[in-house]
T-cell receptor, first 111, second 116 residues
Framework: SQQGEEDPQALSIQEGENATMNCSYK?????LQWYRQNSGRGLVHLIL?????REKHSGRLRVTLDTSKKSSSLLITASRAADTASYFC???????????FGKGTLLTVNP | GAVVSQHPSRVICKSGTSVKIECRSL??????MFWYRQFPKQSLMLMAT?????????EQGVEKDKFLINHASLTLSTLTVTSAHPEDSSFYIC????????????FGQGTRLTVV
């Protein structure tokens, strides 16, 4: 079953604004990853955060992980129209290699 | 990053026929490959996990006789949709991971299957 649950399911903002997406899960995880997917295309890996990490940055992306709350957030700062895409979190459960995706957040950045 | 090539990108087939989708890791050895299915505007659902040289592990509800997975080499896995029906129309995506210490999986560009 899918464990990752993103919210919101859809987010529409203006260019230049920040976008925050959240992902919650139920079991213990080894790591959590965020991906983006343009419509009808494959996935692009954005960032990986391990269970012993609390925050990571990559360019305009900031990911946080709160294992006590079993949640992660992805922040995109100074959004651009090109950031329009679906964003998915993916969790790796415990000690096995099973990878499951959340339902995704569709982000629309209006120029 | 590593490159995973998935072929074909689009395929249209008639009901009752079989379709094979290939997933290749071009510049690394993929000890594990994953196959996902994605319906429009929905998330990716893991169908099966395959390790090179062994039988694939299918997720609950996925018919192994309908979705045949072969991972015969460290750079190639194939998914064959047998006796395809219109309800099998979907976007299929593979990903490949190399070695137990490598936690990042790289994704192919996906295959849009339409069964008519």
């Amino acid at each position: 079953s899918q464990q990752g649950e993103e919210d919101p399911q859809a987010l529409s903002i203006q260019e230049g604004e920040n976008a925050t997406m959240n992902c919650s899960y139920k079991t213990s995880i080894n790591n959590l990853q965020w991906y983006r997917q343009n419509s009808g295309r494959g996935l692009v890996h954005l960032i990986l955060i391990r269970s012993n990490e609390r925050e990571k940055h990559s360019g305009r992306l900031r990911v946080t992980l709160d294992t006590s709350k079993k949640s992660s957030s992805l922040l995109i700062t100074a959004s651009r129209a090109a950031d329009t895409a679906s964003y998915f979190c993916q969790i790796r459960e415990g000690s096995n290699y099973k990878l499951t995706f959340g339902k995704g957040t569709l982000l629309t950045v209006n120029p | 990053g590593a490159v995973v090539s998935q072929h074909p990108s689009r395929v249209i087939c008639k009901s009752g026929t079989s379709v094979k989708i290939e997933c290749r890791s071009l510049d690394f050895q993929a000890t594990t490959m994953f196959w996902y299915r994605q319906f429009p505007k929905q998330s990716l659902m893991l169908m099966a996990t395959s390790n090179e040289g062994s039988k694939a592990t299918y997720e609950q509800g996925v018919e192994k006789d309908k979705f045949l997975i072969n991972h015969a080499s460290l750079t190639l896995s194939t998914l064959t949709v047998t006796s395809a029906h219109p309800e099998d129309s979907s976007f299929y995506i593979c990903s490949a991971r190399g070695g137990p210490g490598n936690t990042e999986a790289f994704f192919g560009q996906g295959t849009r299957l339409t069964v008519v």
